[in-house]
């Protein structure tokens, strides 16, 4: 059955506020990584979005999925219990890798510019579909076309060599292709905000463990985390913990229910902007012209592979 148009524009709705929450954590993401490292920091705001979860969850009724046959005995209830477990670790796992990726390699680039590159899901996401045999038309071509040409502008430099910043982000983009797909089947069959509140809890602890093997993880790292001061991660870790984690990963789920994969990809690229926007705003990162150059045109692929459709035709129609 079609979702009807007042759920198209609440899922809408929620996927813009997914990309503005995201774009200006960027710059949060790059002052908390820096303080505190790479792993420990996500694993501090990735509890910290976990836990501000909680009381949603007795607001949607605690774990509870949804059912899909109403009449179920318990031991039925159980099974689909252990079912929304197994999607949140699925979730979580794929989670940190793209933010693992994502959040070291913002240490060698900047936030506006990582922004773009992970937004190379919205290239992968429908180029996903031909191993599936799901039709592409030549819209895709341009826009993976156009999108190249701006990866080169903005990420390689002198030698044709991509910076091992970027190639983190690069990379980053494929597990982000792989979370847009996943939460693209499980978001329509287990309730949203305890999917969200698993994921970001597995993702919290695998970062603990690599927190704790790369970055020699302690108590002075959780103090550095909440302290107020001018050293301190406070601000960073609250932004980017509650807004950028609690809410914004909630709403993607939640956005996701009403928008296929490939339109929820489109609107969620827009974060891109909103990054340029706060490295600017925060952090005082101007893009030079070639950059920008790189990042229009990876903005104007970006929007050539979703908005053109698959039977599109320059012949004129009789």
């Given at each position: 059955?079609?979702?009807?148009?007042?759920?198209?524009?609440?899922?809408?709705?929620?996927?813009?506020?997914?990309?503005?929450?995201?774009?200006?954590?960027f710059a949060a993401q790059r002052?908390?990584?820096?303080?505190?490292?790479?792993?420990?920091?996500?694993?501090?705001?990735?509890?910290?979005?976990?836990?501000?979860?909680?009381?949603?969850?007795?607001?949607?009724?605690?774990?509870?999925?949804?059912?899909?046959?109403?009449?179920?005995?318990?031991?039925?209830?159980?099974?689909?219990?252990?079912?929304?477990?197994?999607?949140?670790?699925?979730?979580?796992?794929?989670?940190?890798?793209?933010?693992?990726?994502?959040?070291?390699?913002?240490?060698?680039?900047?936030?506006?510019?990582?922004?773009?590159?992970?937004?190379?899901?919205?290239?992968?996401?429908?180029?996903?579909?031909?191993?599936?045999?799901?039709?592409?038309?030549?819209?895709?071509?341009?826009?993976?076309?156009?999108?190249?040409?701006?990866?080169?502008?903005?990420?390689?430099?002198?030698?044709?060599?991509?910076?091992?910043?970027?190639?983190?982000?690069?990379?980053?983009?494929?597990?982000?292709?792989?979370?847009?797909?996943?939460?693209?089947?499980?978001?329509?069959?287990?309730?949203?905000?305890?999917?969200?509140?698993?994921?970001?809890?597995?993702?919290?602890?695998?970062?603990?463990?690599?927190?704790?093997?790369?970055?020699?993880?302690s108590a002075d790292t959780i103090?550095?985390?909440?302290?107020?001061?001018?050293?301190?991660?406070?601000?960073?870790?609250?932004?980017?913990?509650?807004?950028?984690?609690?809410?914004?990963?909630?709403?993607?789920?939640?956005?996701?229910?009403?928008?296929?994969?490939?339109?929820?990809?489109?609107?969620?690229?827009?974060?891109?902007?909103?990054?340029?926007?706060?490295?600017?705003?925060?952090?005082?990162?101007?893009?030079?012209?070639?950059?920008?150059?790189?990042?229009?045109?990876?903005?104007?692929?970006?929007?050539?592979?979703?908005?053109?459709?698959?039977?599109?035709?320059?012949?004129?129609?009789?």
């Amino acid at each position: 059955m079609k979702k009807n148009t007042p759920e198209k524009i609440r899922s809408y709705l929620f996927l813009c506020i997914t990309a503005l929450l995201w774009g200006f954590a960027f710059a949060a993401q790059r002052l908390g990584g820096k303080a505190l490292g790479s792993f420990s920091f996500n694993a501090i705001r990735f509890t910290v979005g976990s836990l501000s979860l909680v009381p949603l969850l007795f607001v949607f009724r605690g774990f509870g999925a949804h059912r899909t046959k109403p009449n179920t005995a318990e031991s039925g209830e159980r099974i689909t219990i252990l079912q929304l477990l197994f999607a949140g670790l699925v979730c979580g796992l794929v989670l940190f890798f793209g933010s693992s990726l994502q959040q070291v390699g913002m240490i060698w680039t900047e936030a506006g510019k990582a922004a773009f590159l992970t937004g190379l899901y919205i290239i992968f996401v429908p180029v996903s579909g031909l191993f599936v045999g799901k039709k592409q038309g030549w819209g895709l071509g341009l826009g993976a076309t156009l999108a190249a040409c701006g990866l080169y502008l903005m990420s390689v430099r002198s030698g044709f060599m991509v910076s091992f910043g970027d190639g983190l982000e690069i990379l980053s983009a494929v597990f982000w292709t792989a979370h847009i797909l996943v939460l693209g089947l499980f978001s329509q069959k287990f309730n949203a905000v305890a999917l969200a509140c698993i994921q970001n809890l597995v993702c919290a602890l695998l970062s603990f463990g690599a927190a704790l093997v790369a970055e020699n993880f302690s108590a002075d790292t959780i103090a550095l985390a909440f302290s107020p001061g001018p050293d301190g991660s406070l601000i960073p870790v609250l932004y980017s913990g509650i807004c950028s984690i609690g809410i914004a990963y909630t709403l993607q789920i939640f956005g996701q229910k009403g928008v296929a994969p490939g339109p929820a990809a489109l609107i969620m690229s827009l974060e891109a902007v909103f990054a340029a926007i706060g490295g600017w705003l925060v952090l005082g990162e101007i893009m030079d012209a070639r950059a920008l150059a790189g990042a229009a045109l990876m903005l104007a692929g970006m929007l050539a592979a979703q908005i053109i459709p698959a039977d599109f035709s320059f012949r004129a129609r009789r």
